[in-house]
């Protein structure tokens, strides 16, 4: 029988491709997005499409609905939309934070736990969570970000071993750099939210906005979204939790495990 999966944050990057990638495989794919738009333009190209935006408990719920309404069964859901806010941690107001939590963590949870009765009563599915080397590591500038990758680290851990003997497994994938639109993307939420002219840190910011406005390439160890397709493509099949996708990745999980913290802030430091 034909497999089915949502994807969520399907409109450029990794969720684009993971939905193409699949539909290819034979997968009945859900490719949801955050504006109409981008469904419409999926729509052409081939694929189911239907507006999903993690910020709005209504939009997800309907999207819930609208599933139900389109299959009697899901066999995976592939938690992927997520945006970034960058600036110093001193410089981000609660507003930033509770903006940005409720889009990486508190959507994904959402959508997550409408889901899972309809897995529990197919016994079966595969709940994987896009996270990325950020939940594994900190870094400089990225302190709202990492932090809702840190959490929702935790809660994926929690609900695995919650799901064991239920027939639902929970998956992590933890890319390091990817193509994708999420430094663009995070140019109006650094914008909206970080006075970084009235920081205390306003000269060390010039490297930050140099990095978010000017068109660098790729950066080094960069790959394409495809290879966290590929890596999605053995989750929906093999039970391992989690799955590293980029050389950064490896090289920073294999660092938090062996160095002191000490150590290990010194490293991420020298970049």
Known sequence: MQRSILITGCSSGIGQDAAHGLRALGWRVFATCRQEQDCERLRGEGLESFALDYADEASIADAVTEVQSRTPTLDALFNNGAFACP??????????????FEVNLFGYHDLTRRLIPMMRAQGHGRIVNCSSI???VAARWRGAYVATKFAMEGLTDVLRIEMQGTGIEVILIEPGPITSSIRKNAIPHFERWIDWRASARSAEYAALRHRLYENRGPDTFELPASAVTAALIRALD?????????????????????????????????G
């Open 87 to 100: 600036g110093a941690v001193e410089d981000l107001p609660r507003g930033a934070l509770r903006a940005i």
């Open 134 to 136: 950020l939940g594994l």
């Open 238 to 270: 093999a039970p391992r939790p989690r799955y590293y996708v980029t050389t950064p990745t490896y090289l920073m999980g294999f660092a938090r495990r062996v160095l002191s913290s000490r150590a290990l802030d010194w490293l991420i430091a020298k």
